[in-house]
């Protein structure tokens, strides 16, 4: 089975965590100079990924009016040695978006959108003493979605994609403490490879409005 070291989990957050900072500080000194740094910065997570005992944490970076980059990350990693249960997943996606319609600095990450997709990880799902495992797993398409307000800070994102997935699956059995390899082969597929229903944080907007205000904010 594969196994994961927590130094380079604790890393990968680290990075998540220098890249949120920096993407704020960057933002408070370009955007509203040129329109061209960074309009917005915000938090995001895939509410079906949750539903479905995987945690994951996404940063969204706006450029200007029209871009964004989203970088998630989903890792969950529940077992149950007594009755060889596994829930294992750890995988990474980068998207950028283009959004649509007329934009201003309030409606950055509103709206409808397109945009181009890349995940890749490895999983180990095992239940009812068979399992199916990957070492990795690449994922990339292209995706389409809206975004509404449901408060002064906070969205709801909606996306689907469709695109090619592909890597290589082991099929096991566990035996005692042992697992038994019983096929391995290649999968390939090519259809709807995404779904979002994501709770996004803007946390840039707060900034945002504090610098719309000028002087003249209380």
Known sequence: MFTIRKSWLFGCFYILFIMACISEKLYSQEYGKNNTGISQLAIK????????????????????????????WIFAWWSNDNK??????????????????HRTYDNV???QHV????????????????????????NTGFSYGYSVKI????YLD???????????????KPVGNEYCRLNENALYWFGPT???????????DLILKRRKGGSNAK
């Not at 997943?89 to 319609?101: D, K, Q, S, T």
């Not at 689907?160 to 082991?170: A, D, E, N, Q, T």
């Not at 995404?194 to 840039?204: H, M, P, Q, R, Y």
Request: a positive charge; charged letters at 20%; hydrophobic letters at 40%.
């Open 45 to 72: 997570t895939n509410l079906l990924y949750d539903g479905a005992m995987t945690p994951n944490i996404g940063i969204v970076a706006a450029f200007g009016d029209e871009w964004s980059l989203n970088a998630d």
């Open 109 to 111: 990450l509103l709206g």
């Open 84 to 101: 060889h249960r596994y829930w294992r997943i750890n995988a990474g996606e980068l998207e950028v978006r283009r959004w649509l319609g």
């Open 115 to 138: 945009g181009y997709y890349f995940m890749g990880g490895m999983y180990d799902f095992e239940r009812g003493h068979k399992g199916y495992q990957s070492s990795f797993t690449a």
């Open 194 to 204: 995404k779904a979002e229903i994501s709770f996004v944080w803007c946390v840039g």
């Open 151 to 154: 408060a002064r800070s906070c």
């Open 158 to 172: 909606f996306t689907v994609g469709i695109g090619f997935l592909m890597g290589r699956r082991k099929k096991y």
